[in-house]
């Protein structure tokens, strides 16, 4: 049997796509990010930025990069009621006008062929699953807008050069299109829903009612990615295919209480094979 290290890439023009990220108080990390955009190889691609009720320095940062920047950006905030992810993605979504989604965090730089990556393996009937290399705190702090530019932070030697522990998990950022082929097929990590980077059809996460708003910190996006299952979709590993860079910070939001209510949500969806929850994009009484 052939191993399917290298898929056939699709022949027909990429569908209308939107990014949707998502931010709250990050205004550094933010303008890294947005850096990492503005660098793709496929920019034809809108990008909504759904913050979740940040200060005024976020929105500094977003008003001043899409003055000098090509890309269609959108700004989707509401006020701060604590953490109300699952509430300004489904926001997100509604305001996106394309057919297909990539989904990622206002902490994580996207290689600059992040978009291609994922627009390259998008097929009907499945979404797709990503990763990320988690950074140090003071590789995060030293990282600037040349080296994103110049896609310095994308190397392991330039990373360990910079204070980044040696780790085996470096080997994320392969860049050789079959080992990173070959990497994806033998992972043993299963294709989950991250919230960090996957991506899908619009069209399916409506079908399912998008993000469930009863649910805070702890598995949220997973959470989606499991009724999509149970709506009949397959997930595919793309984590070496598509790579992105986690700003390290503190979690302040993340607590016991959210992570056991949350984990019983999933319980729930999976004993009970849930596809469409009642509080979502649309309030289904």
Known sequence: MTLPIMEKEAINSYPKTGVILTTYNQPQWLQKVLWGFEMQTHKDFELIIADDGSAEETKEVIDEFSENSSLEIKHIWHPDKGFQKCTILNKAIISCKSDYLIFTDGDCIPRKDFVEAHLKRAREGRFLSGGYLKLSMEVSKTISREDIVEQRPFHAKWLRKNGQPFSHKLIKLVKNPYAAGLLNFITPTRPTW????????????LAVNGYNEDMTYG???R??????????????????????LHLDHPRPYKTRESMDRNKAIRQKVRRKKITRISNGIEKEK
Request: glycine letters at 16%; a positive charge; hydrophobic letters at 30%.
């Open 223 to 244: 959470e989606l990615g499991e009724r999509l299952m149970n709506y009949g979709l397959n997930g595919k590993q793309i984590r070496y295919f598509a790579v992105c």
């Open 194 to 205: 991250n919230g960090h980077n996957v991506s899908g059809w619009k069209k399916d996460i």
């Open 219 to 221: 598995g949220l996006d």
